[in-house]
């Protein structure tokens, strides 16, 4: 900024950040400020939606660019919480100068934050290292603090509840409660608080502007939790009291932005014996998911047992999850490998065996620190070995042995797994079981891994991520397609949760064009799939799937035939169906067309219809669908040989054959071939006089009329050209398409 006084004009210097955070504090103690964070609380953290359904431009509003973020909610609340809260009313233009004043100086924080990293941008300024800016730990700490929320506020209920399942014991001796009786608890505070957010906002129109306060709605007693949930008012108590700050408490230590806030680890506020306040129902959630850990730390006589419980859960629920796409009989759990002279030489967590493709996911228990939060580029990157390189480094070496027969694999009861280990794909996964915030973004700046043809890309992501994945595709088929792609993507896509790419996915079909070297998606994005998850788990009055890959075409011939293969066990099922569900809707739209064109043709004169496509760059991978009445035997021989065909004459990497049943326009048969390309004097001959195949381009419309073909008319009683070793007459003479 320029002095004004000054006849030099001279620049001030910006205040430095633990300034800003101090004169933030002070606001935050004023006297009536908790009307203004009841107020945030209101306006960003609460969806309004009208007529009875919620809908994705509702949801969108969480999305607004002026709306404050949770963490930084959060530190108001902290900040506050290290005064005296005084609940008294103000006058209502002082809670607007707090709300105004609290805004700028969280947006003056942001600026600082953000200064570090735009200098190191800077050509000009010595940087004294070779270090990329986006690794350093100023742009860590920035995507930290701001990053996407990558867990539903119901998951961290739903999945408590799993997590802590193994210790409900101890909390029963000493919490004095179940871990069920916290989440019924738990669930009948949003309750309430829903109920009482909905009569304020109609009780507001009979009130002065100087008596308009959303505090209220943020207040609740034990009794009304009690008969909310029906559970009795002592356990109630015991409940809530959990969750509320120590006496012992020590609030001076959050003393800076990225110091530990004693309010998100206790985030209820005792106003009176049997009288709270909760700001914000996500933190306590995300507290009843975490506090407790700290609890048995305490406890010298269960840590270990709580240490051993926390492990198992990521890896139960991570197969429980696997299991639901994939079935129990393809999910195996703590698989030991053995070398030739019966040395352990590994462990997979969770092992995922379908067709010839394999998961291997290591899970791991792993916080994140406070010193990584403060963007200590050591802490951080010690903070990421321990969490995400180890367990990738061990889900590599498991691929190696996997893929090698001379490696024994016996499942936890000590029974050996006798599988086909000649996998074409394995996926190697690392899941971390609590909220690592910038996962994603981390795991892109600072995981070390290799790629070969066989062994992919790791797919980095927590617990949170897993449970959305396998309930928005549960198929084998939509569930490696999507794995397949996004490792693709590994280094072109960058997000700041995965959720964000799953919604782009469900509703465009991920696809990034090579000719693009990076492809940034807003968190935006994910407002569909927000809404999806909300109906699905919370019965938000929405809609249950995103329009889009999942819906378009399912009540279409294409969507029928992905259908009829999505639970194959077959390498050829999954590779045909990861070309269907990597076309476009405009190829997709054309399929349509032509089987509708072969099958009216069919159903005219009772004959033999075809159409092929090339598809990919050049036509490289193939599609030959064909529509007849003949006998399976027949019907599949005449295929496979015009397979062999197609891909031999356009030199291709892959082709797909598939039948279509005319009367009902379903899957008869499907089938592919891949394998390299050998020079054959018989395909020779058999291709000389082809028609080359149509191939897919966009703009480019399909030609469904009658084909001739060019050179010298073949002869009735001649071997027909398609090399099927039948005479023409009885083969391809009457074929029209």
């Known amino acids: 900024m320029v002095n004004e006084n000054s006849g030099r004009g001279n620049i001030e210097k910006p205040r430095t950040e633990q300034e800003i955070f101090e004169e933030l504090e002070e606001l935050c103690k004023s006297p009536g400020f908790a009307h203004a964070l009841a107020y945030f609380c209101f306006r960003d953290n609460t969806i309004m939606y009208a007529d009875g359904e919620l809908k994705t431009d509702d949801v969108l509003q969480q999305f607004s660019m002026s709306r404050l973020i949770r963490t930084e909610i959060s530190t108001l609340i902290g900040l506050a ?72 506020q119901f998951q961290y209920r739903d999945l408590a509840l799993d997590k802590y399942s193994l210790d409900d014991d101890w909390f029963k001796e000493n919490r004095g409660y179940s871990v069920s009786d916290a989440v019924t608890v738990v669930a009948a505070i949003s309750q309430v608080q829903n109920e009482k957010v909905n009569s304020l906002m109609a009780s507001m129109a009979e009130k002065s502007p100087d008596e308009w306060t959303f505090l209220p709605a943020f207040e609740f007693s034990t009794a ?31 003393g800076a932005l990225d110091d530990f806030n004693p309010t998100n680890a206790y985030p209820i506020v005792r106003v009176d014996e049997n009288e709270y306040l909760l700001f914000q129902h996500y933190s306590l959630l995300e ?26 859960f990521a890896e139960r629920f991570s197969e429980q999850r696997l299991q639901l796409v994939f079935g129990k009989e ?3 759990k703590n698989v030991e490998i053995y070398d030739s002279k019966n040395n352990s030489v590994g462990e997979i967590d969770v092992l995922v065996v379908f067709a010839n493709r394999a998961i291997i996911l290591q899970a791991k228990s792993k916080r994140l620190t406070i010193a990584a939060r403060k963007g200590n580029d050591n802490s951080l990157r010690d903070d990421f070995k321990s969490a995400i390189q180890d367990a990738y480094d061990q889900s590599a070496s498991c691929a190696e042995y996997l893929l090698d027969s001379a490696y024994r694999l016996e499942d936890h009861d000590g029974n050996q797994i006798d599988i086909d280990r000649d996998f074409k794909e394995v996926y190697p996964f690392c899941v971390v079981s609590d909220h690592y915030p910038a996962l994603s973004f981390q795991a892109r700046q600072f995981l070390k891994f290799e790629e070969s043809d066989r062994i992919k890309s790791p ?28 490792v693709q993507y590994t280094e072109s896509i960058m997000v700041s949760h995965e959720l964000t790419c799953l919604s782009y996915h469900l509703k465009q079909n991920l696809w990034v064009d090579p000719e693009i070297s990076l492809m940034h998606l807003g968190d935006d994005i994910c407002a569909d799939l927000d809404l999806a998850m909300l109906t699905r788990r919370d019965n938000a009055p929405g809609t249950p799937t995103p329009d889009g890959i999942l ?40 399929i349509n067309d032509g089987i509708a064109v072969i099958v009216d043709s069919h ?17 490289r991978v193939g599609l030959t669908i064909h529509c007849n009445s003949d006998d399976v035997v027949t019907a599949t021989e005449r295929l496979d040989r015009h397979c062999q065909v197609r891909k031999y004459d356009q030199k291709a990497e892959a082709w797909f054959g598939v039948i279509i049943e005319p009367k009902t326009s379903g899957l008869k048969f499907a089938m592919g071939l891949q394998f390299p390309w050998e020079q054959s004097d018989d395909l020779d001959k058999a291709t000389q006089d082809l028609k080359k195949p149509q191939i897919l381009r966009p703009g480019k419309p399909m030609n469904f009329r009658t084909l001739e073909r060019t050179g010298r008319k073949i002869g009735r009683n001649e071997k027909c050209p398609c090399g099927s070793g039948k005479k023409y007459k009885k083969c391809c003479l009457h074929k029209s398409h």
Do not use: C
């Open 330 to 332: 393809r999910v195996y």
């Open 224 to 254: 009304e939790i009690a008969s909310a949930s029906n559970v009795d008012e002592s356990v109630v108590h015991s409940v809530i009291e959990s969750f509320v700050a120590p006496n012992d408490a020590d609030m001076e230590q959050f």
């Open 287 to 312: 507290a009843f998911y975490e506090t407790p850990f700290f609890w048995f730390i305490d406890d010298s006589a269960y840590v270990d047992t709580a240490m051993a419980n926390r492990g198992a």
């Open 81 to 152: 919480r290290k005064g005296e809260l005084d609940l008294t009313l103000p006058q209502a233009d002082v809670v607007q100068t707090h709300i105004d004043r609290a805004e700028a100086l969280l947006q003056e924080i942001h600026n600082s934050m953000m200064l570090p990293l735009i200098e190191s941008f800077n050509p000009q300024n010595p940087k004294g290292d070779d270090q990329e800016p986006l690794t350093a730990g100023a742009a860590l700490r920035e995507a930290i603090f701001y990053g996407g929320e990558g867990a539903y």
């Open 551 to 590: 819906t378009k075409y399912a009540d279409t011939t294409f969507g029928k035939i992905v259908q009829e293969i999505e639970h194959i066990e077959h390498p050829g099922s999954i590779d045909l169906g990861f070309l269907l569900l990597e076309m476009s809707g405009e190829t997709i739209e054309r």
């Open 603 to 619: 159903l005219k004169d009772g004959g033999h219809h075809d159409f092929s496509i090339g598809v990919g760059e050049k036509g």
């Open 459 to 486: 797919f980095v992501i927590d617990v949170f991520l897993l449970d959305v994945l396998t309930e928005m595709l549960q198929s084998p088929l939509y569930f490696l397609s999507y794995i397949n792609r996004r």
